[in-house]
């Protein structure tokens, strides 16, 4: 079982960056695919990023180019670095992980997830 814990949540001004942590609990944590969601009241759960094992990453169209999503396996920890944020930007997000190694985009296709970071960007 694995567990993720995500951090680096807040308040930013539209332009403004966050970085988000997601700390797993397990060595084979290199094993993983990470992908990290982002939810609003009302609507589902909508896919961002994910970095398989050997890096490869892709992105969800309106955050390419914005975001920056990396590992440290040392540290069994990913993270999401989150440039010139738009209001639009605002949810919670989540990082989840699913042993693979091929970037997955259904959240049903990831094994594990952390609770959840709020992140609000003021305009």
């Known amino acids: 079982q694995v567990q993720l814990t995500e951090s680096g949540g807040g308040l930013v001004q539209a332009g403004g960056s966050l970085r988000l942590s997601c700390a797993a609990s397990?060595?084979?944590?290199?094993?993983?695919?990470v992908g990290w969601f982002r939810q609003v009241p009302g609507e589902e759960r909508k896919f961002v990023t994910a970095?398989?094992?050997?890096?490869?990453?892709d992105y969800r169209d309106s955050v390419d180019g914005r975001f920056t999503v990396s590992r440290d396996d040392a540290r069994n920890t990913a993270y999401l670095q989150m440039n010139f944020l738009k209001p639009e930007d605002t949810a919670v997000y989540f990082c989840?992980?699913?042993?693979?190694?091929?970037?997955?985009?259904?959240?049903?296709?990831?094994?594990?997830w952390g609770q959840g970071t709020q992140v609000t960007v003021s305009s």
């Open positions: 989840a992980a699913v042993a693979g190694d091929r970037v997955r985009y259904a959240p049903v296709s990831y094994s594990y």
């Open positions: 397990e060595h084979t944590f290199s094993t993983y695919v």
């Open positions: 970095i398989t094992p050997n890096g490869n990453v």
